[in-house]
């Protein structure tokens, strides 16, 4: 009976979630840079810079560098420290370099798109540990939980996450993957990008399906919110509906790309969408999963930043990809 009602408050909880439908068009905001490095400092000319991560442990901003295979450390105030790697295979060495996570240890790890590994080194970045992975299914996107295990979107058909240690060991799996007749591109079709918050939980979004859901510490999940009345995400379900009666088949993957990146602070999670003029970030309350607002990252007249990182309290850092500049704004 106990377990009954438990699952009756958990759907409860779900569908309001989902079912709440708020306006969000009157509440915007514009955020405009206090400070920008990439164009004139010789030692951070960036090169199609992929992910931005704020350190919270040394107060630091790390940036993969992945045109240029090595990773840039920055102070806060986005003042250059130090540069790390160059292209190869070797230990230290990078191929496309992504995704950045820190443990609780402050050991950075460094996944590596090419190199297909993921790379442990400590606060001094001499290397720590490191392993390849072993499947097509894991995805650039990775990040450490509250036990400081290593989450991966790898797919294994049954499971959204696999769960790793620092030796590259899968230690479990969890999440609902969405089903697609052809196994072999089910990686693709559940591809998602997440970020863990300081309390353990995590949340995802879907770059093919208008869905955000969050898990608690313990892998279960908490809410599942349709995104689909973002204006972005309505238009790119539609160019792919196109897109897919033109040039679908068999062995053929077309991405819808409705998310573009995800960041978590201390109240909020920050979304942000593609297809909508000036790529906004919606905002929602990472208890109830409803959509409160909307943040516009502006810099200059048309170019709008792409990757990004909310979890500093006072500051948002962001690239903006097509001029290869990291940008500084206020809260």
Not at 92 to 110: D, Q, T, V, W
Request: hydrophobic share 35%.
């Amino acid at each position: 009976m106990r377990n009954i009602l438990a699952v009756k408050i958990l759907f409860c909880i779900i569908f309001i979630s989902c079912s709440t439908d708020i306006n969000v068009e009157e509440n915007s905001e514009y955020k405009i840079p206090i400070k920008e490095i990439g164009r004139e400092d010789s030692k951070a000319l960036f090169y199609k810079p992929r992910f931005i991560k704020y350190n919270n442990i040394d107060k630091r901003v790390y940036v993969s560098d992945t045109g240029n295979n090595r990773i840039i450390v920055l102070d806060d105030n986005l003042n250059f420290i130090k540069e790390y790697g160059s292209f190869g295979q070797g230990p230290g060495e990078f191929n496309r370099p992504e995704g950045i996570a820190f443990s609780k240890e402050n050991l950075i790890h460094i996944f590596e798109a090419s190199n297909s590994r993921i790379q442990i080194f400590n606060s001094q970045f001499m290397l720590n540990s490191g392993f390849q992975l072993p499947s097509a299914g894991f995805r650039a996107s990775l990040d450490i939980d509250s036990n400081d295990r290593i989450l991966l979107n790898a797919v294994d058909n049954k499971h959204l996450f696999s769960l790793l240690d620092k030796s590259g060991n899968i230690l479990g799996n969890f999440g609902i993957v969405y089903e697609y007749d052809q196994n072999h591109l089910s990686y693709l079709h559940n591809q998602t990008i997440f970020r863990y918050d300081e309390d353990g939980n995590l949340y995802c979004a879907f770059v093919n399906h208008p869905v955000l859901r969050k898990y608690d510490k313990f892998n279960n999940l908490v809410f599942e919110v349709n995104t689909d009345f973002i204006p972005g995400v309505k238009k790119q379900i539609k160019n792919w509906e196109k897109r897919i009666t033109e040039k679908g088949g068999p062995n053929i993957y077309l991405s819808k790309s409705l998310v573009r990146d995800i960041s978590i602070d201390k109240s909020f999670i920050y979304l942000g969408v593609a297809g909508e003029k000036g790529f906004p970030v919606y905002v929602f309350n990472k208890m109830t999963g409803k959509p409160i607002k909307k943040i516009y990252l502006t810099y200059g007249e048309s170019y709008i930043p792409a990757y990004y990182d909310f979890s500093s309290e006072n500051y948002i850092y962001a690239i903006e990809k097509l001029n290869m500049v990291v940008l500084k704004y206020e809260k």
